[in-house]
């Protein structure tokens, strides 16, 4: 092309900058780059800055691929923008081997030396690590970002969303740090973020608050796409409550409002689909995947939902396939390998019993368990300990739970992770329930062993080894109760627990403050949620040695109702006359029988009594030889 034509191109492309004309602008950069300009690494920039203020992601991926000469010699020019392309498409490979690329140096290095040029470039990954789940090294980048915002770079408020995201799906990160940007409560945005955050710690009633106030403020301002958000969270708040009535209108309401093809709308639909009690035997789960509109659900992907919103879609969607009898494949998670297993083991998962999966799962789990721990087993496990449990097999349930910890600690106690961590947490139940006492301090016994192997290492699971303290207190092991607390208790400030802190430093536990600790407790919804009181084992052999004593009482009561009624019917009877040995047999069986006149002769109907005579008359065996027939000439009749 003519050098003129590049200028005039080049000026329009200066014109339509100015005036965010962005197709025409891609236009414009398209034929620059095609024509050969002098500058391919701007106009190219700026044609990808231009696609994406049109949100045509797909089509900057195409440009990539044709423009590939260009992209391998100037990547590192707009990496940002190729960087947030592939954030938006969620191409995970391509994003990390390009991230790696340009930031050479772990997150904690650049966070230390503050590089003012990679900025933007971790606003990008902050984004992808939330989507992704990463939500760890998402709050760590927003907090730098946020304490390092002296020329006012970006937005507060933005900034101060951006720190409370994922703390709305790991509230304990604001444990490990506080947070960095104040609630400015002129921003619907940033009291919507924070709802989120209280809804995550169960405090409904205040998060309905901040969010009616966001609702408000977003209503005046007249923004329709976050007051349908802000309403969505709300009626999803209010179903938590037990709000079912409220949360309905509210649904009702946004189906009205949205277009049908929004993903607002389906997840609407899907919402309200979940105030619904579904039965694996009544419900028709081909009718309701088809309502679900399940294949648009899955065009959506991580581009609409987060990592744990679309993580909970896909369970949701594989328990509906499976209880619908549908293939289901196995994929990289656990339960998706589980359910795999399950529908090949069972012949109908909906028709066939409890007690014939429970002992088909049983034997198989058992036969895995002993080639191996590792991998999807403990996903086997607990389904087959579900089935058990609902069955009732509480000692198949504790035999397979055992046989589970042995075979992981048959080399060694060094490897402890979550999966020996659940099945311990199942055990103490089950013996619990069993009253197995001596069961429990085996296994206490077993996990102090671990804890001596493991050291320090108990730090990466305070929970669970706080839960063994309180086992070992309920046991009476107040000293190894309070060596263990202590050690717990020393880990920092994350691990603050005012119970463990009095056990610890108290040689005896005041009841007073014990009262105080359990003030708040609602002990008739505890009660009405199926928590059962806690009782001793000896209490426990009581009410069983009780029970038998009444089953005893009910046997002898039956044999002496059953004594009076056989001395009522005895009394008018000669005792001394036996009764009639024939008495079982049918009348018409008896020696005693005479049939009726009418029946001893002439033809029988069928099913009639028949005489003796004519029962030998049809005896074959005592007939003799035929007689000769006589041959009679035919005589002519006359006529009468």
């Avoid at 940033?190 to 609702?215: G, M, P, V």
């Avoid at 066939?352 to 086997?380: C, F, N, P, R, W």
């Avoid at 089953?551 to 009522?568: H, P, Q």
Wanted: charged content about 30%; overall charge positive.
């Amino acid at each position: 092309m003519a050098k003129d034509n590049l200028t005039n191109l080049l000026s329009q492309l200066n014109i339509q900058l100015s005036q965010d004309e962005h197709s025409q602008v891609e236009q414009t950069c398209v034929k620059l780059l095609e024509s050969g300009c002098e500058n391919p690494a701007d106009v190219f920039r700026r044609c990808l800055v231009a696609v994406i203020q049109q949100d045509k992601y797909q089509r900057a991926l195409h440009y990539l691929r044709k423009f590939k000469l260009i992209d391998e010699k100037f990547s590192r020019k707009f990496a940002l923008e190729k960087l947030y392309i592939f954030y938006k498409l969620n191409i995970s490979d391509e994003f990390n081997r390009l991230y790696a690329k340009v930031v050479t140096d772990d997150l904690d290095t650049v966070l230390q030396k503050d590089i003012k040029s990679l900025r933007g470039i971790l606003h990008v990954r902050a984004q992808y690590c939330y989507k992704n789940g990463l939500y760890q090294e998402a709050f760590k980048i927003y907090q730098h970002l946020a304490s390092h915002n002296e020329r006012g770079q970006d937005s507060q408020i933005e900034l101060a969303c951006n720190e409370r995201v994922p703390l709305s799906v790991e509230t304990a990160l604001m444990n490990k740090s506080p947070l960095v940007t104040p609630i400015d409560e002129s921003s619907y945005d940033l009291l919507f973020n924070e709802s989120f955050i209280l809804t995550s710690l169960d405090k409904y009633n205040e998060a309905i608050e901040l969010l009616e106030r966001a609702l408000q403020a977003a209503t005046n301002e007249g923004y329709k796409n976050d007051i349908n958000t802000i309403k969505l969270q709300l009626s999803f708040v209010l179903q938590m409550m037990g709000e079912t009535t409220k949360s309905k209108e509210i649904l009702k309401s946004l189906l009205k409002e949205l277009e049908t093809t929004s993903p607002f709308y389906l997840i609407c639909q899907n919402n309200l689909h979940a105030f619904v009690d579904f039965s694996k035997y009544n419900t028709n789960f081909n009718l309701l995947l088809r309502e679900l509109n399940v294949e648009r659900l899955n065009t959506f992907n991580l581009q609409t939902f987060t990592n744990k919103q679309w993580s909970n879609i896909q369970r949701n969607i594989l328990f509906l396939r499976l209880f619908n009898n549908v293939k289901v494949h196995s994929q990289d998670s656990i339960l998706s390998k589980t359910a795999d297993k399950y529908s090949k083991l069972v012949d109908n998962v909906t028709l066939e019993s409890y007690k014939t999966q429970a002992k088909k799962l049983y034997h198989h789990a058992t036969k895995t368990v002993l080639s191996g721990t590792d991998g999807s087993v403990i996903g086997l496990l607990l389904l087959t300990l579900q089935l058990l449990i609902i069955e009732k097999e509480w000692e198949n349930a504790i035999r397979i739970t055992e046989l589970f910890l042995n075979e992981s600690w048959k080399t060694s106690f060094e490897k402890f992770n979550d999966s020996q961590a659940i099945a311990c947490y199942i055990l103490f139940e089950l013996y619990k329930i069993k009253g197995r006492n001596h069961s429990k301090s085996t296994l206490l016994k077993k996990l102090g062993s671990v804890k001596t192997q493991l050291g320090g290492k108990i730090q990466e699971n305070i929970p669970f080894w706080k839960h063994v303290g309180f086992e070992l207190l309920s046991m009476g092991n107040i000293r190894e109760s309070k060596a263990l607390l202590r050690e717990i208790s020393r880990f920092g400030k994350d691990n603050e627990d005012e119970l463990v802190d009095r056990i610890v430093s108290s040689n005896s536990l005041d009841t007073a403050q014990g009262i105080n600790l359990v003030t708040d407790i609602d002990v008739n919804e505890l009660i009405q949620l199926g928590v059962k009181p806690l009782e001793s084992s000896a209490k426990r052999n009581k009410n069983t040695t009780i029970n038998k004593v009444q089953k005893r009482k009910v046997l002898e009561l039956k044999k002496k109702r059953k004594a009076k009624c056989l001395e009522k019917f005895l009394q008018g009877h000669d005792v001394s006359k036996l009764p009639d040995p024939e008495r079982w047999l049918p009348l018409k069986d008896r020696s005693t029988y005479r049939p009726k006149k009418k029946q001893q002769g002439g033809k029988q109907t069928q099913g009639g009594a028949m005489s003796k005579k004519s029962e030998q008359a049809l005896d074959i065996s005592k007939k003799g030889k035929p007689a000769a027939v006589k041959k009679t000439k035919n005589k002519k009749k006359g006529r009468k």
